[in-house]
């Protein structure tokens, strides 16, 4: 097992339209291969990602501070 460092994470800043913030990838860094793990630090007013699906993939969200809008099934 390998333990990750959150600021030691690989990191990177996106923006394009309303889609802007500093994603690190806690996945990666821990070296899982069938996992994902990210945190995304989403600037304010802001989106993380534009509307998409992942099929059978789950993926579970954790707001540690503001708050934020979930759409799922067509409603928010």
Do not use: C, Y
């Not at 690190?24 to 996992?35: H, P, Q, Y």
């Not at 989403?42 to 992942?54: D, G, L, Y």
């Amino acid at each position: 097992m390998k333990i990750a460092n959150l600021n030691g994470s690989p990191s990177g800043e996106f923006a394009v339209g309303h889609i802007e913030g500093v994603w690190r990838d806690l996945g990666r860094e821990a070296g899982t291969r069938s996992v994902g793990l990210r945190r995304i630090e989403i600037a304010e007013r802001h989106f993380s990602t534009p509307a998409h699906e992942h099929g059978g993939d789950e993926e579970i969200f954790f707001v540690l501070g503001g708050e934020g809008l979930l759409w799922q099934d067509g409603k928010t």
